[in-house]
């Protein structure tokens, strides 16, 4: 099974689509809220780091990596001090994406491929995946001409509300906003197209089968349980279960899995390090937030940056 496929975008798809649009019964997961005034207070003050952070120096100057989680809990607002002062030390922060970005919502919105489309429905997996989507409590028919496979990234963003998990209280999303109440210069390391055509693939096969898998986990519960696993490794910094992701994910079961996590994981890191180390090269402290699966192994950002020349440093677990 292909798990923890969570990118920014997906993250806040539910915003972007359906605002004001989650259905509040009975049966549905409570809804997101934001904490108050004198709660934040208190997690501000208490809130333990989190997450993987490290600390990268080269050319006379450092920036930061921090190891992020795409659906979080509320708990987990705030980041501890470690990661609050990399963040301020830092002269510009860099995330996966922009979510402010003013083509997000056209981009995310684009219609599937007529000839896709077609297939979809005539294959059932639109049915599928539309009552799923119904199923987390978000109207399918704001998904009407979306692209099946970015719907149903967004099944899977929003499976674990029931376990407390929601794409509202992302990390990335967070510091984001710590970002702009900083005034801290915020930049993308992708685009919302590269994530789209991430989550669509490159043809049908590719798109069925991601379709398939995330019906098959999040019908079984098997993504929900996975999702736990992710979330609790994250929560407790296990960074050496982080590294042997690669050995319990169930993820490379199949050649087309394997294609896909190369997808998903090394070929984007490569393009990550590259703008890492350019904007690092022209001077900026970054700090760096993105997935934690993107500092796994030896073929995560902070071993590609190692070999690039950067002295690497753990700083969140400390060593």
């Known amino acids: 099974m292909r798990s923890h496929r969570f990118f920014q975008s997906v993250a806040g798809l539910v915003l972007v689509f359906c605002t004001g649009a989650l259905a509040q019964a009975p049966r549905c997961p409570a809804?997101?809220?934001?904490?108050?005034?004198?709660?934040?207070g208190q997690m501000f003050r208490t809130a333990p780091d989190r997450g993987f952070l490290?600390?990268?120096?080269?050319?006379?100057?450092?920036?930061?990596?921090?190891?992020?989680?795409?659906?979080?809990?509320?708990?987990?607002l705030m980041p501890g001090p470690l990661t609050r002062?990399?963040?301020?030390?830092?002269?510009?922060?860099?995330?996966?994406?922009?979510?402010?970005?003013?083509?997000?919502?056209?981009?995310?919105?684009?219609?599937?491929?007529?000839?896709?489309?077609?297939?979809?429905v005539q294959s059932g997996r639109k049915v599928k995946v539309d009552a799923l989507m119904d199923q987390q409590c978000v109207?399918?028919?704001?998904?009407?001409?979306?692209?099946?496979?970015?719907e149903a990234a967004g099944v899977e963003s929003l499976a674990s509300r029931w376990d407390g998990y929601y794409p509202d209280y992302a990390v990335d999303a967070v510091l984001q906003g710590m970002a702009g109440s900083l005034k801290k210069p915020l930049i993308g390391l992708e685009?919302?197209?590269?994530?789209?055509?991430?989550?669509?693939?490159?043809?049908?096969a590719d798109e069925d089968a991601f379709i398939d898998d995330i019906v098959k986990g999040v019908s079984s519960g098997k993504t929900q349980t996975?999702?736990?696993?992710?979330?609790?490794?994250?929560?407790?910094?296990?960074?050496?279960?982080?590294?042997?992701?690669?050995?319990?994910?169930?993820?490379?079961?199949?050649a087309?899995?394997?294609?896909?996590?190369?997808?998903?994981?090394?070929?984007?890191?490569?393009?990550?390090?590259?703008?890492?180390?350019?904007?690092?090269?022209?001077?900026a402290s970054l700090f760096v937030a993105v997935g934690s699966l993107h500092m796994a192994g030896p073929k995560g950002l902070p071993a590609l940056l190692r070999k690039d020349g950067f002295e690497v440093q753990q700083i969140v677990p400390a060593l």
């Open 31 to 40: 809804a997101a809220s934001v904490p108050e005034k004198a709660r934040m």
């Open 54 to 76: 490290w600390k990268v120096t080269k050319d006379g100057h450092s920036s930061w990596l921090y190891g992020t989680l795409h659906v979080a809990k509320q708990d987990w």
């Open 85 to 120: 002062s990399a963040i301020l030390h830092s002269s510009k922060v860099a995330l996966e994406l922009d979510l402010n970005a003013p083509d997000t919502a056209t981009i995310l919105r684009q219609p599937e491929d007529a000839v896709r489309w077609a297939h979809l």
């Open 139 to 150: 109207p399918s028919a704001a998904f009407a001409h979306v692209a099946v496979g970015v």
């Open 191 to 204: 685009t919302v197209q590269m994530q789209r055509d991430l989550l669509i693939g490159p043809d049908q």
């Open 226 to 254: 996975e999702n736990r696993r992710l979330a609790e490794m994250w929560a407790s910094s296990d960074v050496k279960r982080l590294d042997a992701y690669r050995d319990w994910c169930d993820c490379l079961n199949t």
């Open 256 to 283: 087309q899995e394997r294609r896909f996590m190369s997808r998903l994981l090394d070929d984007r890191n490569v393009g990550m390090a590259q703008k890492i180390e350019q904007l690092h090269a022209g001077g």
